[in-house]
């Protein structure tokens, strides 16, 4: 007979070998996947096994507390045909025949947890899905306005990660990250330059894990924005071109725009025009004195205002602004106007000279030189300075330009016709006097010529009529004496 303590081991190695039948061992293996909200994610089925059916199930975890639900939802199941579970994401799914790998289209925070992978009873595979996300951006900003962004990871604070931001040219941008703070972006002075698509880059360290998160933005603001400088002659015509970007920009109603002017940098800007944009185009207000407005078709381009018979006291900055809901963006150009006169005016006479004055409206912050000179002169007949005017004393006539010049780029010039008066020398004058002297005294022989001619042309006339009137007075005296002998013979 066996000692107790034997039959008791065979008891019990007996059920042991009852239980391993009942309960069979289970293959587990594990991995975790990151994605991004929005985006869509491949969670893989690691199985070695030859697979005809597959299911996969979705267990939703509490990170709030330590327990976990212990509720399964079928996602999708493949059995000669592929099945639809109750699970949230189930109509966002489909499997990879290839590998039974599971795709999740247009990710949320909510699909954060455990999906397994089901072979058999005995077979499963295990995939947790850790989910990020970017803060909601407002739809536009505005030049100058900061974009701030946060990443949002589901569940929080659960994997250790290294973050890093980049721009639309694919250029990491440096953020002063705080700790509590991490995971934000803040990028002040926006540019319509920085529209595009940027990333945040995420790096997980266990398991080694990229993931690219790309969101839009959208900058509403004017080409060059920085305030221009253009420059006119009086009495020339000016063309100010204001390009708004409204590119991947769509609003109802109309935008409301305004031009306005002021003479002097610390003057108060005041309204010359206001006009509307909308979506079909831009309405243009009724023409102004001296001022043009042409705006091409749909979508809206440059709006281009022209000045005609600028004046020297239309010098100064002319603004456009545009008005939305949630801000209003502008742009300046200073119009710089030029005048050259000459004291006194009219041409050079010999051995006089004549002051040519040259002014601007107005100076650059970075000073240049206004410069006189001579058209093919010499230097001895130039003169430049870094102020608004300029005077030169001319003594030679010819072609005179007077140009501002700033780092070796000339940026406006303007020419003076500065006229020779006539001068005459002595064999001139005597040329001439001669000339006139034989005119008179041509003029003088032709004149008695003519009055001798006439004076004779009169006495024949007079001869001619005393010669009619001798032979009419004799025919008149023969009749007469006729007359008086036919009386008397009939007397008789």
């Not at 954060?112 to 089901?118: D, H, I, N, R, S």
């Amino acid at each position: 007979m066996e000692p107790p303590t034997m039959l008791m081991c065979r008891i019990l190695a007996v059920l042991s070998v009852m239980k391993l039948g009942l309960e069979p061992a289970v293959v587990v293996g594990q991995t975790k996947v990151a994605g991004a909200v929005g985006q869509e994610v491949i969670l893989p089925c690691n199985l070695t096994h030859q697979m005809t059916s597959v299911t996969w199930k979705f267990q939703k975890r509490s990170y709030t507390t330590r327990r976990q639900e212990s509720q399964e939802d079928t996602v999708i199941k493949y059995h000669n045909d592929v099945f639809k579970g109750k699970a949230p994401m189930a109509n966002r799914s489909e499997l990879i025949a290839k590998d039974f790998s599971l795709k999740v289209q247009k990710l949320t925070p909510y699909d954060v947890g455990e999906y397994t992978c089901v072979l058999s009873v005995t077979t499963r595979f295990t995939v947790q899905l850790v989910v990020f996300g970017i803060t909601e951006l407002t739809k536009y900003l505005l030049h100058n306005q900061v974009l701030s962004v946060s990443l949002q990871q589901y569940p929080s604070a659960q994997n250790k990660i290294t973050v890093s931001w980049w721009d639309n040219k694919d250029m990491e941008v440096k953020n002063k990250q705080s700790q509590t703070d991490q995971y934000s972006l803040h990028k002040s002075g926006l540019r319509i330059t920085d529209s595009g698509k940027w990333k945040c880059k995420i790096k997980l360290q266990f398991p080694p894990f990229d993931l690219d998160i790309p969101f839009d933005v959208i900058v509403i603001g004017f080409n060059d924005l920085e305030s221009e400088i253009q420059y006119a002659a009086v009495n020339t015509t000016v063309s100010f071109s204001y390009s708004l970007n409204l590119q991947g920009v769509k609003w109802t109603g109309s935008l409301k725009g305004h031009l306005d002017w002021k003479a002097k940098a610390d003057d108060n800007y005041g309204e010359i025009m206001n006009f509307n944009i909308t979506n079909q185009g831009l309405a243009l207000p009724k023409q102004i004195k001296r001022f043009g407005f042409k705006a091409d078709e749909k979508p809206f381009r440059p709006l281009c205002v022209t000045l005609s018979k600028v004046l020297f006291e239309d010098a100064g900055w002319y603004q456009c602004r545009v008005a939305f809901d949630f801000g209003h963006v502008k742009t300046a150009i200073h119009l710089v106007v030029m005048t050259v006169a000459a004291t006194p005016t009219g041409p050079l006479s010999k051995g006089a000279e004549v002051t040519l004055h040259c002014q601007l409206s107005a100076l650059p912050l970075q000073k240049g030189l206004l410069i006189w000179h001579r058209v093919n002169g010499t230097k001895e007949e130039s003169k430049q300075v870094t102020h608004r005017e300029v005077d030169v004393k001319a003594r030679t006539a010819g072609l005179w330009r007077c140009s501002f010049v700033l780092e070796d780029k000339t940026l406006i010039s303007v020419d003076y016709m500065l006229e020779e008066a006539a001068e005459w020398n002595t064999y001139a004058l005597i040329l001439i006097g001669a000339i006139s002297g034989a005119s008179v005294a041509l003029l003088f022989f032709v004149s008695l010529g003519t009055f001798i001619c006439t004076v004779w042309q009169r006495r024949q006339r007079r001869a001619e009529r005393m010669v009619r009137v001798r032979r009419d007075l004799l025919q008149n005296r023969t009749c007469q004496c006729q007359h008086r002998l036919r009386n008397d013979y009939f007397e008789a």
